[in-house]
């Protein structure tokens, strides 16, 4: 069975980091291009970065460029996210997505970040 | 205010048809696949749609989906009261070298 788990999300202040993770299982993750997609409280949803299957092209939503880090290992089936100098607007639940054909064919269940005081 | 403009809800009747729109520009749209998305309350994202109108395997045949220019459009017929959802459309935008999601738009099976 293809899954995607996500973990790493709680509770930081703003100004803080958090590192999340998205273990991946059910096919061949070296292969694949990966996505973090996040949604607010209430809100829509919002692409934050892409890592290309060998790291080899990176891309980051405007709002998040210089703050957010996305990266993987491949001989660990995982995905990750570094979160530093967060702030209030990166409250969101995170979401890894898989990529292919250009599109977001298979989603974790997300793991949500709250940034408060 | 997102890149992708979508009607924030419709609304229709069980059994009947609907769809959804999402307007773009050459960038994104025009230039680019699209795909669609159905968020059940409370649960992840679902992919519907693929290259602006492939169904991965799994979706009934009652969503379609079709693009026209910088236009796009889901459609939902023999609506049932558990296609109530959100649904987003989206795709990658050359210009701003991102991927982009349409606001979303809310469905009411009255």
């Known amino acids: 069975e293809v899954q995607l788990v996500e973990s790493g999300g709680g509770l930081v202040q703003p100004g803080g980091s958090l590192r999340l993770s998205c273990a991946v299982s059910?096919?061949?993750?070296?292969?694949?291009?990966m996505n973090w997609v996040r949604q607010a409280p209430g809100k829509g949803l919002e692409w934050v970065s892409y890592?290309?299957?060998?790291?080899?092209?990176?891309h980051y939503a405007d709002s998040v460029k210089g703050r957010l880090t996305i990266s993987r290992d491949n001989a660990k089936n995982s995905l990750y996210l570094q979160m530093n100098n967060m702030r209030a607007e990166d409250t969101a639940v995170y979401y890894c997505?898989?990529?292919?054909?250009?599109?977001?064919?298979?989603w974790g269940q997300g793991t949500m970040v709250t940034v408060s005081s | 205010q997102s890149v992708l403009t979508q009607p924030p809800s419709v609304s229709a009747a069980p059994g009947q048809k609907v769809t959804i729109s999402c307007s773009g520009s050459?960038?994104?749209?025009?230039?680019?696949?699209v795909s669609w998305y159905q968020q059940l309350p409370g649960t992840a994202p679902k992919l519907l749609i693929y290259?602006?109108?492939k169904r991965p395997s799994g979706i009934p045949d009652r969503f379609s989906g079709s693009k026209s220019g910088t236009s796009a459009t889901l459609g939902i017929t023999g609506l049932q009261t558990g296609d109530e959802a959100d649904y987003y459309c989206?795709?990658?935008?050359?210009?701003?070298?991102?991927?982009?999601f349409g606001g979303g738009t809310k469905l009411t099976v009255l």
């Open positions: 997505a898989r990529d292919s054909s250009w599109a977001f064919h298979i």
């Open positions: 059910g096919f061949s993750f070296s292969t694949y291009s």
């Open positions: 890592i290309s299957s060998t790291s080899s092209t990176i």
């Open positions: 050459n960038s994104n749209i025009g230039n680019n696949y």
């Open positions: 290259d602006n109108n």
């Open positions: 989206g795709t990658w935008d050359s210009s701003l070298s991102a991927w982009v």
